[in-house]
């Protein structure tokens, strides 16, 4: 294994499947499956998911919500989706441990570096809900956090496209792929890779972010493996 402790980015969108919102179960169960063999592997897995399939905080502002309320609200959702993902985690015979940004006792535990090394450590899928904890910040950002608080070999940023393009590959045709790209070429191109508070924070601490496609079985377990897909920012 190429990689031997990760930190895996979901958007909450791909949790709609083909719906609307919400959340899915086959796609769920899909994607809890892919973990499996990853952690089958002696893989410590850490995973952040987003919220966007209930609520996005800054589309909230735009439609009129508080920020500050709107972003929080945000955060509630990455909870729901995470005890979705714990809950069929377990299903599956997976070991898994809930931490949290924002306190929320009852149904999980409030999240430190520390913490999170050691449920890893116990061979625990770590799920870390509830962004940073604070408005103004992305699960963008508190994935880099997070891998940066666990000491992660990488981020992988998991999406429905199979990597960095030059432009948008869904809407321009000609779009080219990048297999490759340092973060100072990221950073002059322009790519929207992740919001720059996360990227910045990735590039300052030398933490690599692989963006690679999601949807196709199997996928995870060979990039772990260090198979050439996605797009690798170094």
């Known amino acids: 294994m190429k ?3 990760v930190l895996l980015k979901l ?4 949790l709609m499947g083909n719906g609307q919102y919400g959340i899915d179960p086959k796609t769920l169960t899909i994607y809890c499956d892919e973990i499996k063999q990853v952690v089958e592997q002696n893989v410590r897995v ?8 209930i609520f996005r905080g800054l589309e909230g502002a735009a439609r009129g919500f508080d920020r500050v309320q709107g972003d929080y609200m945000g955060m509630l959702a990455t909870v729901i ?3 979705a993902l714990q809950g069929e985690l377990e299903k599956q015979g997976m070991k898994t441990k809930l931490l949290s940004g924002l306190f929320i006792d009852r149904i999980a535990e409030s999240t430190s570096g520390r913490k999170a090394k050691k449920y890893l450590d116990e061979g625990k ?7 940073t904890g604070n408005p103004f910040f992305t699960t963008d950002t508190a994935s880099a956090l997070r891998a940066v608080e666990i000491g992660a070999d990488v981020l992988l940023k998991g999406t429905r496209v ?7 590959p869904e809407k321009d045709p000609d779009a080219v792929k990048y297999e490759r790209l340092s973060f100072d070429e990221a950073y002059r191109k322009q790519l929207k890779i992740m919001d720059m508070t996360a990227f910045t924070l990735c590039m300052e601490n030398k933490l690599p972010i ?4 999601m ?5 995870l377990l060979k990039v772990v493996k260090g198979e050439p897909i996605g797009t690798l920012v170094s």
Not at 11 to 14: K, L, N, V
Not at 125 to 131: E, N, P, R
């Open 3 to 5: 990689y031997k402790k």
């Open 125 to 131: 899928v770590v799920i870390i809900a509830g962004g």
């Open 46 to 53: 850490a995973v952040v998911i987003g919220g966007g399939n």
């Open 162 to 168: 199979d990597g960095v393009y030059t432009a948008d």
């Open 81 to 83: 989706n995470s005890m």
């Open 11 to 14: 958007s909450g969108e791909a």
């Open 210 to 213: 692989l963006v690679f496609d």
């Open 215 to 219: 949807n196709i079985r199997g996928n």
